[in-house]
Structures are given as structure tokens and as C-alpha cells.
């Protein structure tokens, strides 16, 4: 039973353009969210977090906004750039326990020049 | 001077053979994993050590057997591969709540 989950495999968005990446989780006792960028071949880098006392996080072109009554919670890029073309992973888990994130299956996102 | 590395980056093996994969972090992390990534792209922790000491073991079976020499060691040991077993294995550290992952090694089970 998959607790987080990306039901968009792929997104594809003009350069310039803002790309939102979307994200679901079932279990309401997660506290503490993560999104990663994953290149080909290479592993997953840690890209922006943010914790349930808050609903937005923002740094640089890219913001985090969380709706915890939802249990959702989505990655804007904004403008975005040929060089964001990447798979997108969010991940989850309480806060007092970081030695175990539940990651979903990842968004590929395609930003055409 | 790659952070989280691990090796090899690609394993090609027959059913029934051991294999092994080795993971070093020079990043002085106390916790490092193993995660796996399955068919339908989910990666999925398999195996959690703090200082050479096991603190996460999901349902894995037991023909899976990691090792730590040390805290910047964490090595997976496969016995009796199966075609079920091939998968992206990713080794990653952390000291808090962001990871940092190796690149990856792609097992396939022929």
C-alpha cells in the first residue's frame, strides 16, 4: 500500500512557463515533506522540504505549498528552465523519524525550449 | 569527489548466483541506507543503519543480508538472486532530514 503517491507520471511545459508538480499522501500522521530532482543516471538530489507548521516554502524558483486538510502537497517552478527537465520525487514522514521517508513514484517533467 | 558512491553501477547476473554491492560515503554521516526502486518507479527503503548499527529492516527477505564495517560503509550481500530481485538498488546518507543518494546500480536477474 503505497502511502505517497504522484499520480502523474509525466508533465510537459513550455520554457518560461510555471510547472506544478502534484502529490498525495494517505497517511495524515506524516509531518515532514521532501521533493527531489533525479537526472538520468544518476541518484535523486534533495531539492526543497517543508514541515506541517507551514503551508508554503519557498526558495529561489521553487515553492512547496502543503495542504495538510487535503493531505497534498505540490512543487511549483516558476519560471521553468530546459535544465529542470528531471523526474520529480516527493517524499515523507514524521518528523521524529527521518531514517524512514515513503517516496512516491516520481513525475517527469519535460520543459520544451 | 563523488559524496555517496556506489559500486558497481551495473550487474548482470544469473538466477542462483551471490552478489554483492559496496556503498562509501565521505560525507562523516551517522545514517546511511539502502533503498530500492521497483518496476513501477517507487523507491522504497529497504534497510536503515545509524553508526554500523541496524535500525530499520523493512520486509525484505532473508537472502538480503547488509553489512557496515563502519560508519561510512554499508555494503548489500544478495544470495540466491532472483528475477524478481532486478531493480535500481540506491545506497544514500544523511545526518538529518535530507538525504543524499548514490547514482545508482542496476541489478538484472537473467
Known amino acids: 500500500d503505497q502511502q505517497v503517491k504522484q499520480n502523474s507520471p509525466s508533465l510537459s511545459v513550455q520554457e518560461g512557463r510555471i510547472s506544478i508538480l502534484n502529490c498525495d499522501y494517505t497517511?495524515?500522521?506524516?509531518?515532514?515533506f521532501l521533493w527531489y530532482k533525479k537526472y538520468p543516471a544518476e541518484g535523486p538530489t534533495f531539492l526543497i522540504s517543508i514541515s506541517s507548521i507551514k503551508d508554503k516554502n519557498e526558495d529561489g524558483r521553487f515553492t512547496v505549498f502543503l495542504n495538510k486538510s487535503a493531505k497534498h502537497l505540490s512543487l511549483h517552478i516558476v519560471p521553468s528552465q530546459p535544465g529542470d527537465s528531471a523526474v520529480y520525487f516527493c517524499a515523507a514522514s514524521r518528523i521524529y523519524n527521518f531514517n524512514k521517508f515513503y517516496f512516491g513514484s516520481g513525475t517527469k517533467l519535460n520543459v520544451k525550449p | 569527489d563523488t559524496a555517496v558512491s556506489q559500486t558497481p553501477k551495473y550487474l548482470v547476473t544469473q538466477m542462483g548466483n551471490d552478489k554483492s554491492i559496496k556503498c562509501e560515503q565521505n560525507?562523516?554521516?551517522?545514517?546511511m541506507y539502502w533503498y530500492k526502486q521497483d518496476s513501477k518507479k517507487f523507491l522504497k527503503i529497504m534497510f536503515s543503519?545509524?553508526?554500523?548499527?541496524?535500525?530499520i529492516n523493512e520486509t525484505v527477505p532473508n537472502r538480503f543480508s547488509p553489512k557496515s564495517p563502519d560508519k561510512a560503509h554499508l555494503n548489500l550481500h544478495i544470495n540466491s538472486l532472483e528475477l524478481g530481485d532486478s531493480a535500481v538498488y540506491f545506497c544514500?546518507?544523511?545526518?538529518?532530514?535530507?538525504?543524499?543518494f548514490g547514482s545508482g546500480t542496476r541489478l538484472t536477474v537473467v
Open positions: 544514500a546518507s544523511s545526518q538529518g532530514p535530507g538525504y543524499t
Open positions: 543503519y545509524n553508526n554500523k548499527e541496524l535500525i
Open positions: 560525507l562523516g554521516h551517522d545514517t
Open positions: 497517511n495524515s500522521m506524516f509531518d515532514y
